[in-house]
């Protein structure tokens, strides 16, 4: 008789984030993972290149592709031009994108969230980063017990610097979709940016990298400040526990044949199942 037995990962990490341990994912490998990297690179260069796209659309016409343009009242994409009347189509748009991602996540699962969602991609972003600089999930585990020696901190700033440019160039890319991009990053070569330009760009940096910034750094620090080494159970406890277990589901095996006759009785089934496994 095969006894399943089943390890609750979503419950461990709850556990780990109700006592304030930071979860460090694991890189993985594989061909979801591959299709993953190409929708990253492809979402992400949709996003940073689409305000540089030229359209021409004759004289005293913007000629930039994509441009929401508040000023004059208009949104220009590709060839269409939309006037401020004209917003129901966008409304319509809307509806029949809404009702497309709902087939499709109710014909082949959360392929949206799963792949091409903005938190999606930025935190696969965010997460490749620190690998790149603080190492895989052994190396970073091992970083949280660790002192904030001269090499950690290093690693710190570099991470954080990273992760800020990120922020900056994704609050500074939204700017360029509502004014003439090239234009707009002239002026930041030549350090004549406007103020309203900057104090969005400034909030919606914030809005993309302060907050995950304020929270690494305060569990890093708080880990750092603890260096409280894991207990391991010694090797005679882990012995004892795997011979009790042992002894508990052979006693609930004989105690199903014995009682049923040659049959497996469904309750003595279910007392062996729900009889805890500890490794």
Same mark, same amino acid.
């Given at each position: 008789?095969?006894?399943?037995?089943?390890?609750?990962?979503?419950?461990?990490?709850?556990?780990?984030?109700?006592?304030?341990?930071?979860?460090?994912?694991?890189?993985?490998?594989?061909?979801?993972?591959?299709?993953?990297?190409?929708?990253?690179?492809?979402?992400?260069?949709?996003?940073?290149?689409?305000?540089?796209?030229?359209?021409?659309?004759?004289?005293?016409?913007?000629?930039?592709? =994509? !441009?929401?343009?508040? %000023?004059? *009242?208009?949104?220009?994409? $590709?060839?269409?031009?939309?006037? @401020?009347?004209? &917003?129901?189509?966008?409304?319509?748009?809307?509806?029949?994108?809404?009702?497309?991602?709902?087939?499709?996540?109710?014909?082949?699962?959360?392929?949206?969230?799963?792949?091409?969602?903005?938190?999606?991609?930025?935190?696969?972003?965010?997460?490749?980063?620190?690998?790149?600089?603080?190492?895989?999930r052994r190396r970073r585990?091992?970083?949280?017990?660790?002192?904030?020696?001269?090499?950690?901190?290093?690693?710190?700033?570099?991470?954080?610097?990273?992760? =800020? !440019?990120?922020?900056? %160039?994704? *609050?500074?890319?939204?700017? $360029?979709?509502?004014?003439?991009? @090239?234009?707009? &990053?002239?002026?930041?070569?030549?350090?004549?940016?406007?103020?309203?330009?900057?104090?969005?760009?400034?909030?919606?940096?914030?809005?993309?990298?302060?907050?995950?910034?304020?929270?690494?750094?305060?569990?890093?620090?708080?880990?750092?400040?603890?260096?409280?080494?894991r207990r391991l159970p010694?090797?005679?406890?882990?012995?004892?526990?795997?011979?009790?277990?042992?002894?508990?589901?052979?006693?609930?095996?004989?105690?199903?044949?014995?009682?049923?006759?040659?049959?497996?009785?469904? %309750?003595?089934?279910?007392?062996c199942a729900s009889t805890?496994?500890?490794?």
């Open positions: 008789m095969a006894l399943t037995i089943e390890i609750d990962h979503a419950r461990t990490r709850a556990k780990a984030a109700a006592a304030g341990q930071p979860v460090v994912p694991q890189a993985v490998k594989g061909r979801i993972r591959r299709i993953k990297w190409v929708v990253l690179l492809l979402t992400l260069s949709i996003y940073y290149v689409t305000p540089f796209l030229r359209w021409g659309r004759g004289p005293n016409a913007p000629d930039q592709a =994509l !441009l929401l343009d508040f %000023a004059h *009242g208009r949104l220009y994409c $590709f060839f269409a031009e939309i006037w @401020p009347q004209d &917003l129901y189509l966008v409304t319509g748009l809307l509806v029949l994108a809404s009702t497309i991602l709902i087939l499709t996540n109710a014909l082949a699962g959360r392929l949206w969230c799963g792949f091409a969602c903005p938190q999606t991609v930025w935190t696969g972003l965010f997460l490749l980063v620190e690998r790149l600089i603080e190492g895989d585990l091992k970083n949280l017990g660790a002192p904030l020696d001269a090499k950690r901190t290093m690693q710190i700033v570099a991470k954080h610097s990273a992760w =800020l !440019l990120i922020s900056l %160039a994704t *609050g500074g890319t939204l700017i $360029f979709y509502f004014t003439d991009a @090239p234009e707009l &990053l002239r002026s930041f070569a030549r350090g004549d940016v406007s103020a309203n330009a900057l104090c969005w760009i400034v909030a919606f940096k914030a809005r993309s990298g302060i907050r995950k910034l304020s929270r690494s750094i305060t569990g890093t620090i708080a880990a750092s400040s603890e260096r409280r080494p010694s090797s005679a406890g882990r012995a004892s526990r795997r011979e009790t277990a042992s002894t508990a589901i052979s006693a609930c095996v004989r105690s199903a044949s014995t009682s049923a006759k040659d049959r497996t009785s469904p %309750a003595s089934i279910a007392d805890p496994a500890i490794a």
